[in-house]
Structures are given as C-alpha cells and as structure tokens.
C-alpha cells in the first residue's frame, strides 16, 4: 500500500511536470521562448498551488484522531487519499479486533478464582484482577506502576521474589486473614516480565488439619477400648486358672462392652462418611412425625432406665418428608445426649410441634434438659467431629464424638436447621426446625 501511494504520488508529480514541458515547447515552436517561458512558469505555478493544497490537507488530516475520514483530493491525488483511507479503515478493524481479545481476555482474568498479577520491569504492578486485590491487600488505583516488592513486605514472599528458581510454589500467610493461607508462583514470559498467580489454600489446610485430627482421635478413640480388650485377654490367657468363675465373666463382660464401643464406633464412622462424601438425597418418605417421636421417647426412657424423669410434648399432626431411617437417627442422638449430660433425678423434655406456632409454619422438634449445660465458647464446635465437651463423662456414659456431627449432615440434607440454646448449670435445648416444604400439611 504504501508503495502504491508513493506511486501515486511520484505520478501526480511527473504528470503535471511532462505536460507543462510539452506546452513550453510547442509555444517554442510555434512563438518565442519568451512566451514557452511565460506559460512554462504559468504552469508550475498552478501545480504548486494544487500541491501545497492537498498536502496542507494531508498534514491536516493526520494531525487530527485517528478515526477522522481522509480529505477526498483530484485527480491522482484523490487515489493516493482513498489509498491511505482503505489501510486506515484496515487496521482499524484489525485494532477492534485485539482490543477486543483484550477484553476478552482481562474479563477471563477477572473472573478468575485465583488472582493474577502482571509484573512488567522492576517487577511494578501493570494489571492485576479483583481477587489478587484481595489476596495481597492491594488497590489498583493506587499500587499500579509500583514494585510488588514494596507493598508486600512478608519476608518470605520477598526470598521468593529474589530466588532464580520459582519452579515450585511459595506457601505464605495471607496479609488480609491472620488464618487464611496463600500459594504463590511466579511465571516468566516476555522477557523481564512476570505473571504473578495467587490461590486461597485456607479451606485445603483447614481440611487437612481436620484429617489429621480425624485420624489422630480415631486412633486414640480405638487405642483405648484395644487397649482394654487386650489386657483382660491377656490376663486371663496368663492366669485362667488363677481366677474364679465370676472374675473371668466379670473380665468378659468388660471386655464385650469395650467391643461393643468399638462397633459403635465403626457405625457411627460409616454412617458419618456417607452422609460426608456425597451420598444420595434422603427419600422423600412420608413420616408420621408422632410416631416417629414417641418411638425415639421410648427408646429414651429405656436408656434412662429410670433415673431421669422424662416428658413427651406434641402438638400438631405435621407428616415429615424426608429418610425415617436419618430422621430416627438425628433425634435419637440428641435425646440420647440428654440422657448422657443429665445427672440422676434430672428432667427431660422431648417434643414435637407444627402448624402456625413454628417460625415459618414449618416443624419443630426438640429435646430439653436441666443437666450440666454447655458454655457458649463450645456451641459452635458442638457439630465437629470427636469434639467433646466433657471428654471423661462421654467415655463413661459411652459417647463416640461423632453423635453430634452426624446430626449435622442429616439435619442439612433436610433443609432444616440446628438450633441451641444452654446455660451452663441449668440445662440445654437443642431444637430442629423443618420448612415448611418438609411438612405435608402445609402445602395443602
């Protein structure tokens, strides 16, 4: 193209040139040369005139923004114009194209979980996305054009930085959460320049502290009645006819309730991995929620075997939708709960409840006690697996750690919620309320 015009150009020169020469000549010939050079001047005087004219546009013209249309010019002029218009009009289009990728491109950064820094010389900040902002405690309208280096301060991230190798990822504390977590990698690309990408690792950390805590309290949870299992063996294997008949049964039925406990265990394990690892949603039974609740009272009362005075309160005929098998399983952990952190002569209150009474015209179910109480520091780690908060009274009275946090899972998968309130010293209610898409009557 620009060959082109410059032909164009080197033609409207000539041209005009070649033919005021012609004319200078045939006045020659036919007049004087005074008259060839009369029209001669005559001639050049009107091209220069024409030139200065479209090249007074020209210069105009490209003084102005770049989408101004080109002057329409004469003659071979008006070529060279539309020329020079076509290959603007080109690579205009050929710049909505990348300006358009760019967009493209930097709304992809945006939306990006992990953040993303551009680091141009110096490693100074050139771009960085939403999440970054967040990671690094940064502003863009305020850190652009600035070395990282001199916002992040954290001594490590600055090693890194520096390091020759950033091949392997940097774990570092997040500036913006004292507990949140941060992995970190640096990538080069275009020479000097450097893609920084961060990724929030808190909840990864988190759920490995937790696994590690699960495998250290089930191993101690087991230890203890192995432990136990094996010594009555083991002494009576030593020593079988040291002892009497009622020794050795003595030691057997130990021995048989430790099993026990550990089958518990392992149950209320598979039960808990189940509803953890993403089992089925629960059947959308029809549950006579009377029933289901004095059946769990009785089991309550023989759990009690007495030593608690106990008391059943219903209200409403509300038919829960949902696994009988889960839902038996949720209240019965919480009455037997009760039982458990009640003291001897203590009071028990299991109750269900539905209509307009309930928040939402849904479904209550509850479980009250007058026992030891929980402090309020302890209510919100009460669902988290093994967590005890009378670690000596659950072991006595047979508790796994686990009760609660199966609770939980049944109570989420239900769309219901968990509710509790405790004094310590005066005693706790724990309380599921159910939507009332849960219960039958009220969609009637």
Same mark, same amino acid.
């Given at each position: 193209?620009?060959?082109?015009?410059?032909r164009?150009?080197?033609?409207g020169?000539a041209?005009?040139v070649l033919?005021?020469?012609?004319?200078a000549?045939?006045?020659g010939?036919?007049?004087?040369s005074d008259a060839?050079?009369?029209?001669?001047?005559?001639?050049?005087l009107?091209?220069?005139?024409?030139?200065?004219?479209?090249?007074?546009?020209?210069?105009?013209w490209?003084?102005q923004p770049?989408d101004t249309?080109?002057?329409?010019?004469?003659?071979?002029?008006?070529?060279?114009?539309?020329?020079i218009?076509?290959?603007?009009?080109?690579?205009?289009?050929v710049?909505?194209?990348?300006?358009?990728?760019?967009g493209r491109f930097q709304?992809?950064?945006?939306a990006?979980p992990?953040?993303?820094l551009?680091?141009g010389?110096?490693?100074?900040?050139e771009?960085?996305?939403?999440?970054?902002e967040?990671?690094?405690?940064?502003?863009?309208?305020d850190h652009?054009?600035?070395?990282?280096?001199?916002l992040?301060?954290?001594p490590?991230?600055?090693?890194y930085?520096?390091?020759g190798?950033q091949?392997?990822?940097?774990?570092m504390?997040?500036?913006?959460?004292?507990e949140?977590?941060?992995?970190?990698q640096?990538?080069?690309?275009a020479?000097?320049?450097?893609?920084?990408?961060?990724?929030?690792?808190?909840?990864?950390?988190?759920?490995e502290?937790m696994r590690?805590d699960?495998?250290?309290?089930?191993?101690h949870?087991?230890?203890?009645p192995l432990?136990?299992?094996?010594?009555?063996?083991?002494?009576?294997?030593?020593g079988?006819?040291?002892f009497?008949r009622a020794?050795v049964l003595?030691? $057997?039925?130990l +021995?048989s =309730?430790?099993s026990?406990?550990?089958q518990c265990?392992?149950? *209320?394990?598979?039960? /808990? #991995? @189940?509803?953890?690892?993403g089992?089925?949603a629960? $059947?959308?039974e +029809?549950? =006579?929620?009377?029933?289901?609740?004095?059946?769990?009272y009785? *089991?309550?009362r023989? /759990? #009690? @075997?007495?030593r608690?005075?106990?008391?059943l309160? $219903?209200a409403g005929?509300g038919?829960?939708l949902?696994?009988?098998k889960?839902?038996?399983?949720?209240?019965a952990?919480l009455?037997?709960?009760a039982?458990?952190?009640?003291?001897t002569g203590g009071?028990?209150?299991?109750g269900?409840?539905s209509?307009?009474?309930?928040?939402g015209?849904g479904?209550?179910?509850?479980v009250?006690?007058?026992g030891?109480?929980?402090?309020a520091?302890?209510?919100?780690r009460?669902?988290?697996?093994?967590?005890?908060?009378d670690r000596?009274r659950?072991r006595?009275t047979g508790?796994?750690?686990?009760?609660l946090a199966?609770?939980?899972?049944?109570?989420?998968?239900h769309?219901?919620e968990?509710?509790?309130d405790?004094t310590?010293?005066?005693?706790s209610?724990f309380?599921?309320?159910f939507?009332?898409a849960?219960?039958?009557?009220?969609q009637?």
């Amino acid at each position: 193209m620009i060959f082109r015009s410059v032909r164009y150009i080197g033609l409207g020169i000539a041209l005009p040139v070649l033919s005021m020469l012609a004319l200078a000549a045939l006045a020659g010939l036919y007049r004087d040369s005074d008259a060839a050079l009369a029209i001669l001047a005559l001639c050049v005087l009107g091209w220069a005139i024409m030139l200065a004219r479209h090249l007074r546009l020209l210069v105009e013209w490209a003084r102005q923004p770049v989408d101004t249309p080109v002057p329409r010019g004469e003659g071979l002029w008006g070529s060279v114009f539309a020329e020079i218009g076509d290959r603007f009009e080109r690579e205009a289009e050929v710049r909505e194209k990348l300006s358009a990728e760019l967009g493209r491109f930097q709304q992809a950064a945006q939306a990006m979980p992990d953040g993303v820094l551009y680091l141009g010389e110096g490693d100074r900040i050139e771009w960085l996305n939403p999440v970054a902002e967040q990671h690094f405690d940064l502003d863009r309208r305020d850190h652009l054009r600035i070395p990282i280096g001199n916002l992040v301060r954290q001594p490590e991230f600055i090693r890194y930085l520096e390091a020759g190798d950033q091949s392997e990822p940097l774990l570092m504390r997040s500036l913006r959460r004292k507990e949140g977590a941060l992995q970190v990698q640096l990538i080069r690309f275009a020479g000097h320049r450097r893609l920084l990408l961060s990724r929030d690792i808190s909840q990864l950390e988190k759920l490995e502290n937790m696994r590690r805590d699960f495998v250290a309290n089930v191993s101690h949870e087991l230890r203890t009645p192995l432990t136990v299992v094996g010594g009555f063996l083991e002494t009576l294997i030593d020593g079988l006819d040291d002892f009497s008949r009622a020794d050795v049964l003595h030691y $057997l039925t130990l +021995a048989s =309730e430790q099993s026990t406990r550990m089958q518990c265990l392992i149950e *209320e394990l598979l039960t /808990l #991995s @189940a509803l953890e690892t993403g089992a089925p949603a629960p $059947l959308e039974e +029809a549950v =006579e929620a009377e029933v289901l609740v004095r059946e769990v009272y009785d *089991e309550t009362r023989l /759990l #009690s @075997a007495g030593r608690h005075t106990l008391r059943l309160d $219903l209200a409403g005929d509300g038919t829960l939708l949902g696994s009988r098998k889960e839902l038996h399983s949720a209240f019965a952990n919480l009455a037997s709960n009760a039982v458990r952190y009640t003291p001897t002569g203590g009071h028990i209150e299991i109750g269900w409840r539905s209509g307009p009474e309930c928040a939402g015209g849904g479904g209550e179910f509850w479980v009250g006690d007058d026992g030891i109480g929980i402090d309020a520091a302890d209510i919100p780690r009460l669902t988290e697996r093994f967590y005890r908060v009378d670690r000596g009274r659950s072991r006595e009275t047979g508790g796994t750690g686990l009760g609660l946090a199966i609770v939980k899972h049944v109570v989420t998968r239900h769309r219901a919620e968990l509710v509790v309130d405790s004094t310590p010293g005066k005693g706790s209610r724990f309380t599921v309320r159910f939507p009332p898409a849960r219960i039958e009557h009220a969609q009637r």
